[in-house]
């Protein structure tokens, strides 16, 4: 899981990243959703989206 603060001005390097993380089986919450960090560390705890290793 990647967590940052930051807001992506581009939308485009927005994709590009999260798509390389997903890619990477990394989820990302970004600045937009850190609102919801707790209900998104809840729903990956219970059904993740990718694999645990």
């Known amino acids: 899981m990647f ?4 807001v992506f001005p581009d939308k485009t390097k927005q994709s590009q990243f999260l798509d390389q993380a997903k ?3 990394i989820v990302v919450v970004t600045g937009n959703e850190l609102a919801n960090i707790g209900k ?3 729903k990956q705890a219970k059904k993740p989206e990718f694999r645990r290793v």
């Open 23 to 25: 890619e990477r089986e």
């Open 3 to 6: 967590v940052t603060n930051a």
């Open 40 to 42: 998104i560390l809840f």
